[in-house]
């Protein structure tokens, strides 16, 4: 079971910067950093309900509280 972990966690941290960027492609036009700080907050918010236009390797919902995270460990 910990090697399933590990290997769904690194899977995650893997497509989490492509899921990202195809998302803000898919709502905005443009790459995430781009995008405004209010338009990178709905995204955030967006991809935390599961409101995806895009399609993703890992729940949307798995990605937000990886990347919740690995805000918290800095």
């Given at each position: 079971r910990l090697i399933g972990?590990?290997?769904r966690e690194h899977r995650v941290v893997d497509?989490?910067?492509v899921a990202l960027e195809a998302?803000?492609?898919a709502k905005f036009f443009t790459s995430f950093a781009a995008l405004k700080a209010e338009q990178q907050d709905a995204l955030l918010e967006a991809?935390?309900?599961g409101e995806v236009?895009?399609?993703w390797q890992?729940?949307?919902a798995?990605?937000?509280t990886h990347l919740v995270?690995?805000?918290q460990e800095g």
């Open positions: 972990k590990a290997v497509v989490e910067p998302e803000a492609q991809i935390a309900a236009e895009t399609l890992v729940a949307p798995t990605f937000f995270h690995h805000v």
